[in-house]
């Protein structure tokens, strides 16, 4: 059995996908679907929804899989006749929630104003001195996959719960 999937997240997924077993791709591209369209998933919804639903419908996709978070901006369209409509909730929780605590650490620790123009006079005393983040408490609104991805990396920094 192959599966086939319109892609409109470009080449890079498209090569990723093609090297699964038993998956091929359809690069989307704007405008009309080509003639004779048939696929089983589609494969992005980033940038607005009428050529996409188009090729959806032509195609007679039963799975759309967003590319992001949220499926706030998706049209009510998208679900005709039972499709299923997934998004990737939590495929970016890692890479977000370690820049968020390079952000609190840069804060705490004042970069880039320490960064060094000449040796200090005391190394481990700076002044004014740094903020801990130990024994700080966080604030995280929502707990969704980046905020909990997000307070898992800040408790070994002894943030309080």
Known sequence: MTITVINQMGPAVAE????????ETIDF????????????????GYAGWEA???WIEAG????VQLSGTGVDSVPPALYDGGRTVTCARGASAVP??????AAVLAWAKRFPDIFLHEP??????????????????L?????G???????????????SR
Do not use: Q, Y
């Open 60 to 63: 007679g996709v039963r799975w």
């Open 16 to 23: 990723a996908v093609r090297a699964l077993d038993g998956v």
């Open 96 to 101: 977000i929630s370690e820049w968020v605590m």
């Open 120 to 137: 200090p006079k005391h190394w481990n005393f700076p002044a004014p001195a740094f903020e801990p983040v130990a024994g700080r408490t």
């Open 52 to 54: 996409p639903l188009r």
């Open 139 to 143: 604030a995280i609104l929502g707990m």
């Open 145 to 159: 996959g980046i905020g909990a991805a997000v307070a898992e990396r800040a408790l070994p920094f002894g943030a």
């Open 29 to 44: 591209e704007p405008g009309d679907p080509p003639d004779g369209l048939h696929a089983d998933v589609f494969f992005g």
